[in-house]
């Protein structure tokens, strides 16, 4: 009923035209309604100043519509930091983009309509080819080799353990598989007949028993890691390794160490680090320089940097202060129409003096 609001339907048509500019005065509380309506057109990505403000404004929009809200995190660790980003956070990012890149996947969800991500996210640097990395995708009744899916999955970075207590882990007993992807609320545990899927069902980490309430017929579980430990990765860390020698005086976890490791195989964050660096793959330096040098990212139009290329209808910024928007519209240039929402002054005038 609300976006029948003649305003709203306004601000969707104005948006139509694809200005280069629209400002849009309203209360914090408005910017649900008013990106409701501009999603209406077509996809439409949310830009916010911090985490916290995406949080919300994705549950709010997820209220309104539903799974077609999804949100593009950004890493919670600092840059130069020896840390690498949580594997609920990896996932969902990677998540997002494979339904960006194939949106008439039933598996991963409706397709996406709003998009909200902060502007620190909008600036991070991402390794090449990250929506072109396969998942592992298993479905009942489909074949799948046993060893192969195995494999695959330690080559997404996932941990085997004797038991899955925490996401990015999986256990094998005999024909039974247990994995927990990043982006599942629950693990999953899928039983193998010979190369064939023949049941799967969810299961609690606390007691390790079946959840029947819960039904579930497939499984995609995305990589656990942004830069995979592949056999190009580790050829190019040993060439940039004779390169930058490990000295000394080095210090453990700087660039020569981490190359050093990343060459033999040990990941321990180095791999994390080194994307999040912009150390490893002269074409991530060169992509971080043009980006602080304003040159074009646009949005989601990140062909040259995940494999993907996104058109969205508008960019809508929801700053809470001043130095978001001008790291959100003057670091990067949009190709969309850049709607900027500004909550509405108000002033405080003095009360005047009562006669005596």
Same mark, same amino acid.
């Given at each position: 009923m609300a976006l029948r609001d003649p305003s709203l339907s306004n601000v969707a048509r104005r948006a139509a035209d694809r200005p280069s500019d629209l400002t849009l005065i309203g209360p914090a509380s408005a910017r649900v309604f008013a990106a409701s309506a501009l999603a209406q057109a077509g996809l439409l990505v949310v830009v916010t100043a911090t985490g916290r403000e995406a949080d919300d404004l994705t549950a709010e929009l997820g209220g309104v519509l539903g799974e077609?809200?999804?949100? /593009?995190?950004?890493?919670?660790?600092?840059?130069?930091e020896r840390l690498s980003p949580g594997v609920d956070t990896v996932g969902a990012r990677l998540m997002l983009l494979l339904r960006l890149a194939h949106p008439d996947d039933e598996r991963l969800g409706p397709p996406l309509r709003v998009v909200v991500t902060t502007t620190r996210s909008l600036l991070q640097p991402m390794g090449p080819d990250l929506a072109d990395i396969e998942p592992v995708t298993l479905t009942v009744g489909a074949e799948a080799e046993f060893d192969a899916v195995i494999v695959r999955l330690v080559n997404l970075a996932y941990t085997r353990v004797d038991m899955v207590g925490r996401r990015g882990e999986f256990a094998v007993r005999g024909g039974i598989l247990d994995v927990f992807p990043p982006t599942a609320e629950h693990?999953?545990?899928?039983? /193998?007949w010979g190369d064939e899927v023949s049941e799967m069902r969810m299961f609690s980490v606390a007691d390790q028993r079946s959840i029947p309430e819960i039904a579930v017929d497939s499984l995609v579980a995305v990589p656990c890691r942004e830069l995979l430990l592949t056999d190009d990765v580790r050829e190019r860390a040993a060439k940039l390794a004779t390169e930058h020698r490990v000295q000394d005086n080095s210090v453990p976890g700087s660039v020569p160490d981490m190359l050093a490791k990343l060459a033999e195989g040990a990941a321990n964050g180095s791999a994390d680090?080194?994307?999040? !660096?912009?150390? /490893?793959?002269?074409?991530?330096? !060169?992509?971080?320089?043009?980006?602080?040098?304003?040159?074009? #990212?646009?949005g989601f139009r990140m062909r040259e940097k995940c494999g993907i290329e996104v058109h969205p209808q508008a960019?809508? /910024?929801?700053?809470? !202060?001043?130095?978001?928007?001008?790291?959100?519209?003057?670091?990067?240039?949009?190709? +969309?129409? +850049?709607?900027?929402?500004? #909550?509405?002054?108000?002033?405080?005038q003095p009360v005047p003096a009562r006669d005596k």
């Open positions: 077609a809200v999804a949100m /593009f995190p950004s890493w919670e660790t600092l840059p130069h693990p999953v545990r899928v039983e /193998f680090l080194a994307t999040d !660096n912009s150390v /490893f793959d002269p074409e991530l330096t !060169n992509a971080s320089v043009s980006m602080r040098q304003g040159e074009s #990212i646009s960019v809508l /910024f929801c700053p809470i !202060n001043p130095a978001s928007e001008v790291l959100g519209s003057k670091l990067v240039t949009v190709h +969309a129409p +850049a709607i900027r929402f500004g #909550i509405e002054r108000v002033e405080i």
